[in-house]
């Protein structure tokens, strides 16, 4: 079965170092893989889509890579701030379900002053 | 642009009873709705997907006469968890994508609902 994995471990950095998180999927082959940021309580909010046949996608301080061949996504932040503290989920296509998504748990990222 | 809103934002209920919970999309025509249930610590986890005019898809495990959903226009799904239990107690989320909005395979989230069943 379709397997994503995030680093459970929250991830802790100081305020303008760049944050990098994994995403690691198994068994699958993803038309597609976007990155979501959730807040304590509230619904994911969408932050990036990339697509298979793209290596790499920017937006402002944020980029994302996919590399199909190791079934892997790096998401970055650079020049933290402690407001980029969240937890930030990866979400392939659900095979055979439309546009639906397959989240992983998510990594817990704690930017400090 | 592309706002979801869902309500309540929070529900109490008691054991046997049925809950009902709104997803709007506020500014968009949305085709397909996804429902989807999040435990604490938890991945998001699909139960449903509805859309418009149609009945909705359940994911396998889903009960769906426990979990009745109904998208009857292109702005509005509900989810009513009916004769519900504790083990019902969850976060609640929607999501939507359709026409208008930046790709029909980018999703919209609602805020999500937290279900607490006594």
């Known amino acids: 079965s379709q397997k994503i994995e995030q680093n459970s471990e929250a991830l802790n950095i100081q305020e303008g170092k760049t944050a990098t998180l994994t995403c690691n999927y198994t068994n699958y082959s993803p038309a597609y893989l976007q990155w979501y940021r959730q807040d304590p309580g509230r619904g994911p909010v969408f932050l990036l889509l990339i697509r298979e046949n793209e290596k790499e996608k920017r937006k402002e301080r944020l980029k994302v890579t996919f590399d199909t061949t190791l079934k892997q996504s790096l998401f970055h932040i650079t020049a933290s701030q402690p407001a980029d503290s969240a937890t930030y989920l990866c979400?392939?296509?659900?095979?055979?379900?439309?546009?639906?998504?397959?989240f992983g748990k998510g990594t817990s990222l704690l930017v400090t002053p | 642009g592309a706002v979801v809103s869902q309500h309540p934002s929070w529900v109490i209920c008691k054991s046997g009873t049925s809950v009902k919970i709104e997803c709007r999309s506020l500014?968009?025509?949305?085709?397909?709705m996804f429902w989807y249930r999040q435990f604490p610590k938890q991945s998001l986890m699909l139960m449903a997907t509805?859309?418009?005019?149609?009945?909705?898809?359940?994911e396998q495990g889903v009960e769906k006469d426990k979990f009745l959903i109904n998208h009857a226009s292109l702005t509005l799904s509900t989810l009513t968890v009916t004769s519900a239990h504790p083990e019902d107690s969850s976060f609640y989320i929607c999501?939507?994508?359709?026409?208008?909005?930046?790709?029909?395979?980018?999703?919209?989230f609602g805020p999500g609902t937290r279900l607490t069943v006594l």
């Open positions: 500014d968009f025509q949305a085709t397909t």
């Open positions: 509805s859309n418009e005019g149609s009945k909705a898809t359940y």
């Open positions: 979400a392939l296509d659900k095979a055979n379900s439309g546009y639906a998504l397959n």
């Open positions: 999501s939507a994508s359709g026409t208008s909005t930046a790709s029909t395979d980018t999703q919209y």
